[in-house]
């Protein structure tokens, strides 16, 4: 299993970026699809960005496609979401998760190690 930790999170202003990082230690790192989501309150956790094993394949929801760019580096047990033009629905928990798959998973269900999440909050 991998355990996971999430960074990077913050408060920025509408049409700003930020970076999170998900860092992980353990075994297999490399063979771990790793899934970006966030859950803002009241509301259901959803995937935001996903990348294969191998970075090769990446997934994003039309909500964020365009806007957000997930990257993986399996020499540093890392994996990054670049978040641009931020706007204010995009506040929330945001947390990395990660599955062993030969697809992407899309479900909260199909993830079974999570990281603590980092609060994102984009002020109008």
């Known amino acids: 299993q991998v355990q996971l930790v999430e960074s990077g999170g913050g408060l920025v202003q509408a049409g700003g970026s930020l970076r999170l990082s998900c860092a992980a230690s353990?075994?297999?790192?490399?063979?771990?699809?790793i899934g970006w989501f966030r859950q803002a309150p009241g509301k259901e956790r959803d995937l935001v960005a996903a990348?294969?094993?191998?970075?090769?394949?990446?997934y994003y929801p039309d909500s964020v496609k365009g806007r957000f760019t997930v990257s993986r580096n399996n020499v540093k047990n890392t994996v990054s979401l670049q978040m641009d033009s931020l706007k204010p629905e995009d506040t929330a928990v945001y947390y990395c998760?990660?599955?062993?798959?030969?697809?992407?998973?899309?479900?909260?269900?199909?993830?079974?190690?999570w990281g603590q999440g980092t609060q994102v909050t984009v002020s109008s």
């Open positions: 353990g075994r297999g790192f490399s063979s771990y699809v």
């Open positions: 990348i294969s094993w191998s970075g090769t394949r990446t």
């Open positions: 998760a990660a599955t062993t798959s030969q697809y992407i998973p899309v479900r909260v269900i199909d993830y079974g190690n």
